[in-house]
């Protein structure tokens, strides 16, 4: 089946930087997902991508979506320690409403 | 809050038993899913529901099934517990004009002893 691979699996940063995580997926996607689940709790909805090369930002994130609809990206400017938590994408799968989650990135931020 | 309700939260069993998660989707919501999440692993899909029918079925165990009742809210049942099943279970629901967005309930944590 459809699966999305997501990289980096862990990412350590100092409050402050800026931090980036890539999701791949070897089909087209007609639309790709973002979640967030903090440390002890569970995944919230980010945002939805559909069309091709869309960006879009919600303050310090931004999400972007390839030309192809075969990747996406997420990246947080300036992390604060209230951006730790796994960041997950999702893509559709063969039924609707059917979603293939990533691995996952793991994001630590160093105070 | 996502609207997405669990029962249990906890959930500390033996091998061999048989246990039972309950899950009741947001009003409105048709489609419900189980996920499973192992110790820093990601969600493992398991099974969707769509208005009280089988839609997609993930990695789903045949020691596992699930159901949803004609007042939408679902149950996973988890037969001959191994050690291994210890993890969290998420339900999650959609329905919305983006059917794709999901909303997660607070999960039930089980632990096989």
């Known amino acids: 089946g459809q699966q999305v691979m997501q990289i980096p699996q862990y990412q350590h940063v100092q409050e402050g930087e800026d931090f980036t995580t890539y999701c791949n997926s070897s089909t087209t996607l007609s639309n790709i997902q973002w979640y967030k689940q903090r440390p002890g709790g569970h995944p919230v909805f980010l945002i939805q991508?559909?069309?091709?090369?869309e960006v879009k930002k919600q303050k310090r994130l931004t999400f972007q979506f390839g030309e192809a609809k075969k990747n996406s990206s997420l990246h947080i400017t300036a992390t604060q320690t209230t951006d730790v938590g796994t960041y997950f994408c999702?893509?559709?799968?063969?039924?609707?409403?059917?979603?293939?989650f990533g691995d996952g990135t793991t994001l630590t931020v160093k105070p | 809050d996502s609207g997405v309700t669990q029962t249990p939260k906890h959930l500390i069993t033996a091998t061999g038993q048989r246990v039972t998660l309950r899950c009741s989707p947001r009003?409105?919501?048709?489609?419900v899913y189980w996920y499973q999440q192992s110790l820093d692993q990601g969600l493992q899909f398991l099974i969707q529901y769509y208005n009280g029918e089988e839609r997609a079925k993930g990695n789903i165990l045949e020691r596992f099934s699930a159901q949803q009742f004609p007042d939408l809210h679902s149950e996973l049942n988890l037969s001959s517990l191994e050690l291994g099943d210890s993890a969290l279970y998420f339900c999650?629901?959609?329905?919305?004009?983006?059917?794709?967005?999901?909303?997660f309930g607070p999960g039930t944590r089980l632990t096989v002893l």
């Open positions: 991508l559909v069309k091709s090369g």
């Open positions: 009003s409105g919501d048709l489609s």
């Open positions: 999702a893509g559709p799968g063969t039924n609707a409403g059917k979603s293939t």
């Open positions: 999650a629901s959609s329905g919305g004009t983006n059917y794709n967005e999901q909303f």
